[in-house]
Each structure stands twice: as C-alpha cells, then as structure tokens.
C-alpha cells in the first residue's frame, strides 16, 4: 500500500511563504512525475507544478516566478516552495506521484490547507 501525506500548510498573509513537503511511503519500486495540484472552493482541481525524475519542471501560468517544485528521490518526498502568496492561492494543495509499486499507479495524497488572508 502506497501512502503520499502532504504537511506545510496553513495561514499566511498576502506577500507571505510556505513550504508544502509530500513523503511518499510504502512498497515503492520507483516513482515517476511528482507534482503538486490544487482546489479552491468552488473550482475545478488544477495543475500548479510538476516534476519529473529528471528534474524537468512546470508550471502553471498563475505561479511562475512565485512557487519552487523540487524533489528529494532519496526520500522519495517533493517539495512546493510558495512565495509571494496572494489570496487566490487560497485553496487545499494536493500531492500527486505516478509510481510503480508491483504496477504502475497514480496516488494522491489527502491534500493540505493552504490560505492567504490579512
């Protein structure tokens, strides 16, 4: 059983940071693209960053040049950076990851609050 469990979440001003961190754990053989997604009230979920075994990113249009995607394959963990935060990123952030286990999955972690108010 394969578990992805997001952390770093919480409430920020305007202008603030966060850090979000997503381990995954159990019987993994290899993980591909990690990324990260969100859901604002209301909304549809979307794309804000992938990246790949590699280290090729990308990003949604709305977060270039404020947020960071990274990964430590060792720890099998990814990593949102979130700067310069405005209130519509307001919205619960969703780690996902295409692994192999004994076949190829892809796994979402239960999401992280994130909100941006004064």
């Known amino acids: 059983q394969v578990q992805l469990v ?3 979440g919480g409430l920020v001003q305007p202008g603030g940071s966060l850090r979000l961190s997503c381990a995954a754990s159990g019987s993994i053989g290899s993980i591909n693209v990690m990324g990260w997604y969100r859901q604002a009230p209301g909304k549809q979920r979307e794309l804000v960053a ?9 990003y949604a249009d709305s977060v270039k040049g404020r947020f960071t995607i990274s990964r430590d394959s060792a720890k099998n963990t990814v990593y949102l950076q979130m700067n310069s935060l405005k ?8 780690c996902n990851a295409d692994l192999w286990t004994t076949r190829g ?8 609050l994130v909100t941006v108010t004064s």
């Open 6 to 8: 997001e952390s770093g």
């Open 87 to 94: 209130p519509e990123d307001t919205a619960v952030y969703y």
């Open 50 to 58: 992938v990246i790949s075994t590699g280290g090729s990113t990308n």
């Open 105 to 112: 999955i892809n796994a979402w972690g239960k999401g992280t």
